[in-house]
């Protein structure tokens, strides 16, 4: 398995403008921030000190949860790529069981996710030290590292839920551009969760992307927000909390991290059954099990 | 030694039948080759003999007992008729990762030498030719060592050149290996280098023999005379006597002549009533 492993991950890493592209929906937010997004959110926010070093990490966290969907979407693709050039015929006749090579591209999908979620982590962070001196905690990583792998194998799964509709190399260039713009508004990045209709936010709370944004914010947020919230009354910084999306608010509850992190986990629960109900239920396996 | 056996083996897709009532027996160290028109099933019969494609009907009995088929894919290569290597990979990744694939040793030294793959090797697979590319489909369908080795139309869109050194290897590998081979052509002349051929044509086996007795079966001797006024004339004979009495007979009045057995072309033509495709 590890020989497929490692062709998986190859073929993704030599293919340049595939990575390019697979980063497209997380550059877009990235440069939309740039451009004007943290211009309008600091002015709206205008009483709170230190708006920008608070707005940095902020913008990071959506980011990731972008990163983290298109990229394993991308590295995933391949799965439906080598069904239908053939390759997974030649694949099975390796000493590989078939269930083996299936595992073997959700294992890569899941090493390029949290690779790219911590190439994008550095870039950012990189970027913004520069620019705004917003400070590099390192002593954040291995919860970074931690929300990477969570985020990279819940995306993983939902990835692989949408491509059990994709029979056809064709299709997937369409779930790509879908995806890598759902992504931005589902994640609540290109627009605060708060500023949206009760309905789209409704939407939102419906998908793992919401509250995998709020976990990489509440980690990479945390010092900021209190520094500057010290000095001001706490329904300030909650509904700056539930406003931006570092805090969903469930059902008149306020979700905590570990909450949203179990939240995520039964999303991958439920997305598993799907996924094991669609292959029973269309056997359009190209290569017979047997 | 009979290697591999179909009996009755018949694929449907809906209402179309693909292949229909196909039965081989393919003998332990034969080359052999399934000829026949585009469209005319070859491609599916692969498919189900290397396990990709579920048969409607039929069995497939590889060896003398009856083999599951993890055994049985670990005992065959396969060179597809669409590369099924990556193309942004070198020769080397594709070689050396699909080596890592499996649990038993490979020797994939050797293989570089004969397909004479040193050149090339640190090249992607996508900057190679048609002729390279091929070369690489067969050393990685033969990295597991297999038994039996087959090959989807393997000289497709291949020059001349190419074609002949393809068919050197695969001769040389058989002296050297006993290696069974099948393959799909439309290639008529390709199909000579058989053993064994059987001409598919609709989903049928319509004629199966070797080279020499399907020639034998399906077609005469051919007489060809030209005249010294420049005017030439063919005819079918198959008596050598008749032939020898007609040159002698108009001698003086022919400057050339040729007398042949049948090609495959006549084999095939004398069998469907058309051309091949």
Known sequence: MNGLIYRNLKIYFSDKSG?????????????????????????????????????????IGGTMTITAITTTLSSLSLMVQDREKNVLADLNLTDISFLGIQFSYLITAMIVG????????????????????????????PQILGIAILSSFIWTIFNLLLLSFAKKVDTLGKIATIVGTASGFLAGVYMPIGVLPTSVQNVMKYTPALYNTAMYRNVLMQSQLQAS?????????????????????????????????????????????????????????????? | MKLLQTTSLTKKFGNHTAVNNISLTINQGEMVALLGPNGAGKSTTINMLIGVLQ???????????????????????????????????????????????????????????????????????????????????????LISSPKLLFLDEPSTGLDIQTRTKIWEILDQLRKETGLTIIFTT????????????????????????????????????????????GTSQTMT?????????????????????????????????????KEIR
């Open chain 2, 237 to 273: 004979i198959d008596n050598k006597d008749d032939a020898i009495k007609i040159l002698s007979e108009k001698g003086p009045l022919i400057s050339d002549f040729e007398y042949r057995p049948g090609t495959m072309d006549d084999v095939f033509m004398n069998l469907t009533g």
């Open chain 2, 55 to 141: 048969p409607t009907s039929g069995e497939i009995i590889f060896g003398e007992k009856a083999t599951n088929i993890n055994d049985y894919r670990s005992e065959i290569g396969v060179v597809f008729q669409n590369s099924v290597l990556d193309e942004k990979l070198t020769v080397k990744d594709n070689m050396m990762l699909r080596a890592k694939m499996y649990s038993r040793p490979v020797i994939v030294q050797s293989l570089i030498e004969k397909f004479e793959l040193e050149s090339i090797w640190k090249q992607p697979y996508g900057s190679l030719s048609g002729g390279q590319r091929r070369r690489v489909d067969i050393a990685r369908a």
């Open chain 1, 114 to 141: 949290v690779v790219m979620q911590l190439i994008m982590y550095f870039m950012m962070s990189g970027y913004f030290l520069i620019a705004d001196k917003s400070a590099l905690n390192l002593q954040l990583l």
């Open chain 2, 186 to 229: 439309h290639y008529l002349e390709e199909s000579e280098n058989a053993d064994y051929v059987y001409i598919v044509d609709q989903g049928k086996v319509i004629a199966e023999d070797t080279v020499w007795g399907l020639q034998k079966k399906y077609t005469k001797n051919i007489l060809q005379l030209t005249y010294t006024n």
């Open chain 1, 19 to 59: 990575i390019f592209f697979s980063l497209m929906g997380a550059m877009i937010s990235f440069v939309l921030y740039l451009i004007f997004l943290s211009q309008n959110m600091i002015h709206s926010w205008s009483s709170v000190p230190d708006t920008k070093l608070l707005l940095d990490p902020w913008l």
């Open chain 1, 229 to 290: 919230f010290k000095n001001l009354p706490s329904n300030i910084a909650n509904e700056f909390k539930e406003t931006m999306g570092i805090s969903v608010k469930l059902n008149q509850h306020v979700l905590t991290i570990q909450q949203d992190m179990l939240i995520i986990v039964a999303f991958a629960v439920v997305i598993t059954l799907l996924v094991i109900l669609i292959s029973k239920i269309s056997r359009r396996v190209v290569i017979s099990k047997e």
